[in-house]
Structure formats: C-alpha cells, structure tokens
C-alpha cells in the first residue's frame, strides 16, 4: 500500500473526525461493489419528486439506505460520452469524446477502465446489459453477459411484431426507436433487462474467492418505452399529467442558442399526433419496469452473503427532455436534462441526502478511494469520500456538463445554474427559487456578480472534437438502380456527413438527386481514396462509374454513413 495514500486517508480521517470503513488497511478485506447504472431516467422517481404520478418503490428504497445525492450531474447529456466520463474517470472537455458518433477506442486506445483497473487490483470484474454505449469492451471484464467477445451488451428482447406500434414515423429524420406501448408478455417472455437482473442475481448468489465489481445496466427507459403490459397499467392513460417544468412561453428569454436547442421535431411530432400522454405513459411504464428490475438485484443483494459487505452505487447517464422547452430526448445543458439520480450506499456508512454539486466523472475515484486502492492521476474529478462522511461537508467544487461541441458547456453549483454556449449566449439560473429554469437571469443587471463568478468558474480549454474514423461509420446499402428510375430527395433534418468510399480500380463519379428526382453532379472520387460530404436525412445520392453508367442510389438516414463502392 502506497504510504502517501495511507497519509492522506488518516489526514483526512482526522479532519473530519468521522469513523469510515478502514478499507484502505491491507489486512481488511476489500468491499464488493454492485454497480447499477439505468439508462435515460431523468428525475422521475418518487424520492426526486420530478413527476407526481411515478412508481419507483425499489429506487426509492435504495435511496432511504444511501447517501442520496440530490444535485449530481452528468459529464455530458449523452450516453456515449457520459458513460465514457465515468468509466476513464476523465471528462469530456479533457478527453475530446464530447458525442455519440464518437468511438471509445478511437479516442484513447489504451486508456484503462474501472472495471479493469479493479481486477488488476485483485477484483472480479462482472458485467451485463449497457455499461458503455452499444459496446462492451471485452478486454475491461473478466466476465460479461451476453459474452464479451460479442461486443453486445444486450440479451434477447421482445420487440412488437410490427412497428412502429404507436407513434408513426414523422420522417427520415426520427429516431426509429421513438415509440412507446404495453407488450402482453411476462418478464421472463419480455427478456433485455430481466436477464440481466437475472444474470446479475445469479452472481450475487455465489461463493466469490474475490471481491467483486459487478456492474448492472438497465437499458429502460432508454427509448423504445415497449415493457409488459403490468408496467402500463397503474398510469391510465386518461389520468396522465404533463411534466411540471412544461411552460409554453419558455424559450421567450434565452439567447438564440437556447431558442434553436430547445424546440426539436420530436415533440412537434408527438403533438400533432396527439401522443403527448401515450408518450408519457409510456415513460412511466418504463421507469416502473426499469425500478423493479433494481428491486430483484437489491433483492438477491439481500438475501447474498454480501449484503453487509457491498457497496451499492446506483446512477443514470443523464436526464431526459418531455416536453420542457419543446425539447424531446437529450442533449441540451438544463436541469431537467444533466440532474440524474445519485445513490452511494457504504457497508458503515450512514444514509442522508447531500445537495453538493457532484459529477459522475467522480465515481471511479470515489471506488477507488473506497477500496482503498491508489488513485489515478488522470481522473478529473475529486473523490465524493468526504461528502460520504458528512454531507454537509465543504465542497469547493462545481459540476460541469459538456454539450456536444466543444466549448459550449453548463456548470452546476449548490444553487446556480450557468450555461454558455460556444458562439457566446449565456443562461443564468436561480435553482433554489426555479428549479425548473423558466427565468433566465443572465441579461439582469442584478445577477452581474453570479455571472462573472461563473464565467470565472467555466472550464478553459477544451480539447478538439474528432470526427469518427471512416471505417467506425455505420455502412449503407447502395441500391442497384438506373440514373433514371432513381428517386428524388426529401431532406428533412440536421445536417451531417456521408463518406463516399471508392475500393474500386476506377474513379466513381457521385450525384445528388434533387427534390424532382433530377440529378446534379458533385464531384468524382479516385480509386482508393474516399470523400466527406455534409448531407441530410431522407437526401438521395446516386452513384455512376467513370464512364457515367449506373451502379446505384443511397439514401440517406437519420446519422452519419459511409458508402462503399466495393470492387467492380
Ligand atoms: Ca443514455
Ligand atoms: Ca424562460
């Protein structure tokens, strides 16, 4: 053991003049650690008070047990970038991984994840369901369910035989997974998270000859919001009530990053198509679903050999959007969407609730603080140990939450909210008498003091975005097809890139098809070479060969692509 750790852990010991597990001795046996992230689950759980109609007894139960952290923030409000934050102990701003359409591995190849950092440490490291975003990681685990090699993290799910089962597709710009409804099938029939529930029981059920890391990810209610048909029936669809941070007028005071991040075609579309509550409802039902799987793990916790001896962390990646400032999902600095539930239950420790600003980026140095084990010099963010011991504790740090570009971020304190967007726009909030931002004070000449002190507190560099390797990019079906039976476009959403990627022995000559299916000529692409274009969902490009003869047509979805026009 590291004598300077030793030092600091009784330094701090006797400051605080509290007892904690003396987990950093080396005779005493390591805590084991169950680890329960549930994807998308905003404040809408009983003890959060986010929504007056949600069933969460299980969450809710953990919470009462746990030191519950009222004011913990995602790193950023998206998975891949959120779950990455917490898995390298490094933030977005730091790593450069700011999205979704960015790889892990392409980022930091080598960088070492907890779940590998503790079995170099003489832990078992276990895992099932979404710890990481659509990948597992193999060479992090030595166990995971589905098997690791698979880079799957999902076990066989029930889907409705014909979709899309309630909203119908708005465009080529939707999401395909926004959709919502019961399923007549039991747990077991339903399968996803009740097999990892299961998988993740069945471990806690067994003789360990090792401390164990086992890491639970519950995909509800990440969309689509399809559960068994039990889980729909407590929320009838006539009682259902609108989220309480819904205002109409809202976005009459933010700045034009604010007004352009807020509205999106998710709601519009819900709106129109008169599936506000279904939609709703539907997110209910899913949380309550989500809520009992935790409650069969805390369960198996229970009646385990290790209920006394386990640290229980539960979290989500970040909070959800339904309707507050005509937002639908993700991605936006507000409250509603980077606050997530917070719970750290200790062996010895004491339950309580603790509102100091904390950042999920904390957690792998929070477990390593807790195992006793060395710290890492490239994580981030302080040890949450001290708010642990006393909640109350003084806690000089604020939590930062990257959006998607570079530069644009929110920070979170005890009571303020500040966002600033990259092209400049600033919000100010008063959480303590706005917990819902409504009111944005950064234009009041009365709030020119917090806005400085934030400003000040803003993080200054941030390290570049890189764009996907070519060969990460998800792969497009060219269509075989004559130039003159091609159709035409409908672009309809946010720009990004398509790569046209010639494997050919000869040049490719690309076109776009206009919106009467008449074609315009881009550019050639040379053998072996490849070209990035910006398009949009629903744009249609057609492919010839050098001479002009027809190869075929792409069209394009709702997300970065590569074409690939393989050997003639
Ligand atoms: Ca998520
Ligand atoms: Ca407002």
């Known amino acids: 053991m590291n004598n300077k750790i030793l030092n600091k852990a009784s330094l701090l010991l006797a400051l605080l003049c509290i007892s904690v597990p003396s987990f950093s001795h080396a005779q005493q046996p390591k805590p084991n650690i169950l680890f ?10 009983g003890c959060m008070g986010g929504h007056p109609q949600t069933i969460t007894p299980n969450l809710d139960r953990l919470a009462k047990s746990s030191m519950f952290f009222t004011n913990a ?11 990455t934050a917490i898995f390298t102990g490094i933030s977005p701003h730091r790593s450069g991984l700011y999205a979704n359409n960015q790889k892990m591995r392409e980022i930091m190849p080598e960088v070492e994840l907890l779940p590998k950092t503790l079995s170099r440490q003489g832990y078992y490291s276990g895992g099932s369901g979404k710890m990481l975003h659509y990948f597992i990681d193999a060479r992090s685990w030595d166990e995971y369910f589905p098997k690791a090699e698979s880079e799957n993290p999902f076990p066989r799910t029930l889907y409705p035989e014909t979709r899309p089962l309630s909203l119908p597709r708005g465009g080529p710009w939707q999401y395909i997974e926004t959709d919502w409804g019961p399923l007549q099938a039991t747990d077991q029939e339903y399968g996803g998270d009740y097999l990892v529930a299961d998988w993740i029981s069945k471990k806690l059920a067994v003789k360990h000859d090792k401390p164990f890391f086992l890491a639970c990810g519950i995909y509800r209610p990440h969309e689509p919001w399809f559960v068994p048909e039990k889980y ?75 209920a006394d001896n386990t640290i229980v962390v539960l979290w989500s990646d970040h909070g959800w959007h339904l309707g507050e400032k005509q937002h639908w999902q993700k991605f936006t600095g507000w409250r509603v969407c980077t606050r997530v539930p917070l719970m750290i239950r200790t062996p010895a420790g004491k339950p309580g609730v603790c509102a100091r600003p904390v950042s999920l980026t904390s957690l792998s140095p929070t477990l390593l603080d807790l195992a006793g084990l060395p710290a890492i010099k490239q994580h981030d963010s302080p040890s949450l140990v001290p708010l642990l011991n006393r909640p109350a504790a003084k806690w000089p740090h604020v939590a930062i939450t990257d959006l998607e570009e570079p530069g644009s971020f929110s920070v979170s304190d005890d009571r303020w909210r500040y966002i600033r967007y990259k092209t400049g726009g600033e919000e100010l909030y008063d959480n303590q008498s ?76 690309i076109y776009w098809m206009d919106e009467k299916a008449k074609p315009k000529f881009y550019f050639e692409v040379e053998p072996g070479q490849y070209k990035r274009q910006q398009t949009r969902p629903g744009a249609v490009w057609f492919v010839a060969d050098k001479d002009g003869a027809d190869i075929g047509y792409i069209q394009m979805d709702d997300r970065s692509a590569r074409v690939v026009i393989a050997k003639q």
Not at 36 to 45: C, F, G, P, S
Not at 73 to 83: K, L, T
Request: aromatic share 8%.
């Open 232 to 306: 729909f029936k407590p929320f009838p669809l006539d009682s259902i009530q609108h989220p309480t941070g819904y205002k109409a007028d809202d976005l009459d005071d933010l700045p034009v990053e604010g007004q352009r991040r807020g509205p999106n075609r998710y709601f519009a579309h819900i709106q129109k198509e008169g599936q506000w509550e279904q939609a709703i409802q539907g997110y209910l039902a899913s949380i309550h679903f989500a809520d009992a799987m935790v409650g069969k793990v805390l369960d198996a916790l229970d009646a385990s050999p290790y």
């Open 73 to 83: 923030h995602c790193s950023a409000p998206a998975c891949n970038p959120s779950r």
């Open 434 to 509: 706005d917990p819902h931002e409504w009111h944005n004070l950064a234009e009041s000449t009365a709030h020119a003091m917090q806005l400085e002190k934030y400003r000040a507190l803003s993080p200054k560099n941030f390290a570049p975005k890189l764009a996907l390797n070519v060969s990460s990019l998800p792969r497009l079906k060219v269509i075989p097809s004559s130039l003159a039976k091609t159709p035409g476009s409908q672009p309809d959403g946010n720009p990004f890139d398509v790569v046209f990627v010639n494997q050919s022995s000869a040049a490719i000559r």
């Open 36 to 45: 329960i992230a549930v994807d998308d689950l905003n404040d809408w759980i």
